[in-house]
């Protein structure tokens, strides 16, 4: 890895204070099974505090001291996020020098800010504007008149198509679509026509999306994805959908048209939701739940349909005592049976 840091150091870097030895020069960061005398470990998840002893790390990453470890501490409140700005100090983004390689296309009536970095095998059309410092990929396709801002991250095969537009700081993994055409299909004769779906997308401010994330474009007016959201990978997002800022998405979810997310809401994986619902600030959607109604109010729901978590946990545990009480009525109906046949042989 070739890079170093002294606890002290690190403590600065990440707003943490240290427990011990400040002097203590480490030289790598990794988990807590495989990290090595002077890597530094960490601790994200209570449940594994157990492990932190027997590991070969030089020094800890967590929130409190624990009892019984003879190592050094860097100590803060959320080292999970602590761990991220770690990681990033011993692996930094190594960006490709500005400029336009001669492999890519750039339409005459585009615009590239001099610090871009474009790649072979990306092809810009008219009108379309890059801002400094992004980056771009090979493979990236950028659609008529639409914008990329500052400091975006196209990874390679993302297509952003025609007026769409991306905030800064926008990060889009591979195989990304921003603006394909929506589902919209008017039923005529035995058949469907297409309706033609002509707005576009809005990706604000630090969005990031999953690989092979696709967000569709309006019919008309805007799809719209709010500063500082996150989704995870093969995502769809339908057309006209507004999503709030600083909500996260789990792999597999889908949401349909027109349908309104608030902000920091949070959904787990395969998550589904309805058409033209609008779904309040604060919501949390456990792992696959689908949502066929409104949900205005905070809090956590779970099932399909959905419901709130602490009811749909006492459908579940019902319905596990499902089978033993098919047998109890069955006995039952079998006890009731014999007593009427007793009845009626005493009443001849």
Request: with cysteine.
């Amino acid at each position: 890895m070739g890079t170093s840091f002294s606890l002290e150091n690190l403590a600065r870097e990440v707003g943490a204070t240290v427990q011990g030895d400040g002097s203590l020069v480490v030289t790598g960061v990794a988990p807590l099974d495989s990290a090595k005398e002077g890597d530094l470990t960490f601790l994200t998840n209570p449940r594994y505090a157990k492990n932190v002893g027997s590991s070969r790390a030089s020094a800890v990453l967590c929130q409190q001291i624990l009892p019984g470890v003879s190592k050094s501490f860097l100590l803060c409140p959320n080292p999970y996020a602590a761990l991220a700005k770690v990681i990033g100090l011993f692996f930094p983004l190594k960006a490709p020098a500005p400029g336009i390689q001669k492999g890519a296309w750039v339409h005459p009536q585009a615009s590239v800010d001099p610090q871009a970095s474009i790649a072979d095998g990306v092809a810009i059309a008219m009108g379309a504007r890059i801002g400094a410092r992004s980056i771009l990929y090979p493979g990236v396709y950028i659609g008529e008149n639409a914008v990329v801002g500052e400091d975006c991250l196209l990874h390679p095969n993302v297509t952003v198509r025609e007026n769409c537009v991306l905030g800064s700081r926008v990060i889009l993994q591979p195989g990304v679509v921003v603006g394909s055409d929506g589902f919209g299909f008017a039923p005529e004769g035995e058949g469907y026509r297409k309706i033609p779906q002509v707005g576009n997308v809005v990706i604000e401010d630090d969005v990031e999306l999953g690989a092979n994330t696709c967000v569709d474009r309006a019919v008309l007016g805007t799809t719209r994805i709010g500063k500082g959201t996150k989704l995870d990978n093969l995502i769809q997002i339908g057309h006209n959908v507004e999503i709030g800022q600083h909500t996260v998405m789990a792999a597999l979810t889908g949401i349909s048209g027109s349908t309104k997310v608030g902000n920091h809401v949070v959904m787990g994986g395969q998550v589904g939701l309805a058409g033209h619902l609008k779904i309040g600030d604060g919501v949390t959607l456990a792992t696959r739940t689908g949502v066929m109604e409104d949900i205005p109010e905070k809090g956590v729901y779970w099932g399909s349909p959905s419901d709130e978590m602490s009811v749909e946990m006492k459908k579940v545990a019902a319905y596990r005592q499902l089978p033993e009480l098919v047998k109890r009525i069955r006995a039952l109906e079998k006890a009731l049976e014999a007593l009427e046949k007793k009845g009626g042989a005493h009443g001849k």
